[in-house]
Structure formats: structure tokens, C-alpha cells
């Protein structure tokens, strides 16, 4: 029997509905989602709990107006894990809040992106490090939804938080890389915004939700798509007020967590926090090209277990630093590969240079 790496925690319903058996089935794992980031937002921003709650209180009526099934589907996770919603609704702001008043000691995700044009299945191959702080490591879940209105999800997200990285039964995947730029402003978390995405059932859905949001962070959205008539990539590099469109080069695309382009409406503030993105994006291109028109989900894994040029966060498998405190440990909490055309997945628990990767399908509701 295949051991799984994380818990599954299936839903079904309404949004309150699946929020609601969300939080039921997940209480000690959302209540420790909420200590981890209080412990979080007070090291890292400065941030007593009260101050967050209040700060948190003002992002209610921007999602409201963008997307009102997911201010439901948080009230259903407090209602079923016996927590309060603002509570709810700070991890679930957790980038805003926690980048909101200083940026430190950050790490963070690789996302590749391999269409039918490169793969020598002629699938699409959508795949990613989650690089996140080292306390977070025990709070992930993969969430299993099967939607009233909407297409069937399965995402990897932090016990109580509705939107991170996963795909959906009508073949649309994201990735996910925070980014940092100046102009950030009251608006739209970038939680919320992945979660719409995972409603979505076709590309040029996925890139409106992206981009007619007002955002209220950066972010880097990596968006796949296998239908009947094709597949297809795109990366949005979005700032709260501008964005680049970056199109798959001889059918791939790799990003990390810097702006790959020059915008000079957008200034990028992530390399002089964490030159190792710059590392991770160049290395992860490098190799993906070498492999172009044969690349296999085995040639993903080989990328995402390269240590080129330290294991910390300046290489793409991301090992814990003993010499940083432990407000600054980043580490690979996950590492998954996606076949949207197959719409299965192969995920791995921690750094993939050391946890095999397990093959999971979900064809009771993909």
C-alpha cells in the first residue's frame, strides 16, 4: 500500500458546504495554521495578533466584490474548525500580512511549465517546488472538492486556506511564486485569486480572473491548460496595478520569484531580499532546454532535486540553513509534477532529493 505524503480531506457542496466539512475535518490542523502565522506575523511583520485581526478586517468587502463564494467558503472553515473568521481570514491573507511592512529572510517556489511541444508524451507537464518557511511544513493537505457549481479541484494548500496550487477536472492547473514590488494596496489576496482560477474551465478564463483583479499583492501566476483541441502555457507576472505576459519559449516555462521582465511601471523589490531566485530561474530554464522536445515527468523530478549552487533558497531543492534563526529557515515542503492530460499527480513530501515521489490519481472526480 503506497503511503500518502500528505492527509486527502474531501469536500463536497456549496461553498459553505465544503468549507464547513473543510473545517470540521481539519480543527487541530487550522488551529495550528493560525499560531504558526500568528508566530509569523509577529516576527516577521512586526505584527501583534490584534493589529492583524484588524488589518485582516478590511479585506472582506474587496473579496466580497471580486468573488463572494469565497468569503463563504472561509465563513463555512470557521463555522466546521470552531475558529473565528477573521482568524480564518488572516491566513488566508497571509502574503499581504505578511510582507505588508518588511520583507525578510525569504525563500520561496520554482514552477516549471512543459507543453505537448516539449514533452516527449505530448502532454503537458506542469510542475513545482513549494518553497515556504520551515514551521509551515506541517500544516499542508491536499484538498479534494467536488463542486455543486463548478468544475472537480485537487490543491496542496495550508490547513484552513482556500486557494494555493493544485488543477481542476476541466484541465486547467496554477502555480504559484510570491513576488514583492512596490504599489501593494487594499484589494484582492492573492489566496483568493488562485482559488477563482480553480473555477475556471478554459485558458483565457483563468488569465481574466488573474488580471481584471484588483490586487492586492504580487504575484506570479504559472497557468496550464489540456483541452480537445490542445494544450497550452502562460505566465502572468502580476504587480497590484501592472503585469507581464510571458508565453512558453519552444514550449517551456520556468519562473521563480523575481519579475523576469522589465516593467518600468514595476518595482521589482524580491532579488536584493533573495539573489537566489535569480539562480533558481536561470538554472530551472537552463535544464528544461536541454531536455526540450524529450522532456518526461522523470526529467522534471532531476530538475527539481538540483542543488546548483547551495541548499538553501539560491537553488532549486530548498534545504533548511542551521546557520539562519528559525524565523529565516526556508525549506521544500512539497514537490509535485502534474500531467494535465492524464490529470494526474506525483508528489513528494519534503525535498525531493530525499522523499520519493508518489503517484496519486483522483478519477472519482477528475
Known amino acids: 500500500m503506497k503511503k500518502i505524503p500528505f492527509p486527502i480531506i474531501y469536500v463536497e457542496g456549496d461553498a459553505y458546504e465544503r468549507g464547513y466539512q473543510y473545517g470540521s475535518q481539519c480543527r487541530k490542523l487550522i488551529e495550528e495554521s493560525i499560531n504558526v502565522y500568528r508566530k509569523i506575523f509577529e516576527v516577521d511583520s512586526n505584527m501583534d495578533w490584534e493589529t492583524t485581526l484588524r488589518l485582516a478586517r478590511k479585506f472582506p468587502a474587496p473579496i466580497e466584490k471580486y468573488d463572494p463564494p469565497s468569503i463563504e467558503e472561509m465563513r463555512g472553515i470557521a463555522k466546521g474548525s470552531g475558529q473565528d473568521f477573521d482568524s480564518i481570514l488572516a491566513i488566508n491573507a497571509r502574503t499581504e500580512l505578511m510582507l505588508s511592512r518588511e520583507a525578510r529572510g525569504l525563500g520561496e517556489c520554482t514552477t516549471l511549465a512543459a507543453t505537448s511541444e516539449a514533452t516527449s508524451s505530448r502532454h503537458i507537464l506542469m510542475a513545482q517546488n513549494w518553497d515556504m518557511k520551515a514551521t509551515t511544513a506541517k500544516l499542508a493537505v491536499i484538498l479534494k472538492e467536488k463542486q455543486k457549481n463548478g468544475p472537480n479541484i485537487v490543491q496542496l494548500v495550508e490547513a484552513g486556506i482556500i486557494g494555493k496550487i493544485g488543477y481542476n477536472s476541466a484541465g486547467v492547473c496554477v502555480l504559484a511564486n510570491i513576488m514583492v514590488s512596490d504599489g501593494w494596496h487594499l484589494g484582492v489576496p492573492m489566496q483568493i485569486i488562485l482559488r477563482k482560477v480553480m473555477n475556471q474551465e478554459n485558458l483565457v478564463d483563468a488569465m481574466e480572473v488573474v488580471l481584471s483583479a484588483k490586487r492586492a499583492s504580487s504575484g506570479n501566476y504559472l497557468i496550464g491548460y489540456a483541452g480537445k483541441e ?17 508565453w512558453p519559449n519552444d514550449g517551456t516555462i520556468a519562473h521563480a520569484n523575481h519579475f523576469s521582465i522589465n516593467n518600468p511601471n514595476i518595482k521589482d523589490l ?32 532531476k530538475i527539481l ?20 534563526d528559525e524565523s529565516r529557515q526556508w525549506l521544500t515542503i512539497a514537490s509535485l509534477v502534474i500531467d494535465l492530460n492524464n490529470k494526474t499527480l506525483d508528489i513528494a513530501k ?15 472526480i477528475m
Not at 507576472?237 to 501592472?242: K, N, S
Open 230 to 246: 490542445g494544450d497550452e502555457a502562460v505566465d502572468i507576472e502580476a504587480a497590484p496595478d501592472y503585469y507581464n505576459v510571458i
Open 270 to 301: 524580491f532579488p536584493p531580499l533573495d539573489p537566489g531566485s535569480l539562480n533558481r530561474e536561470h538554472r530551472a530554464t537552463q535544464l528544461l532546454s536541454k531536455e526540450r522536445g524529450n522532456i518526461t515527468a522523470d526529467a522534471i523530478k
Open 305 to 324: 532535486r538540483d542543488h546548483f549552487d547551495k541548499k538553501g533558497s539560491g537553488s532549486i531543492c530548498c534545504h533548511v540553513d542551521p546557520r539562519l
Open 350 to 364: 519534503g525535498p525531493p532529493c530525499e522523499n520519493k515521489y508518489i503517484a496519486l490519481t483522483f478519477d472519482d
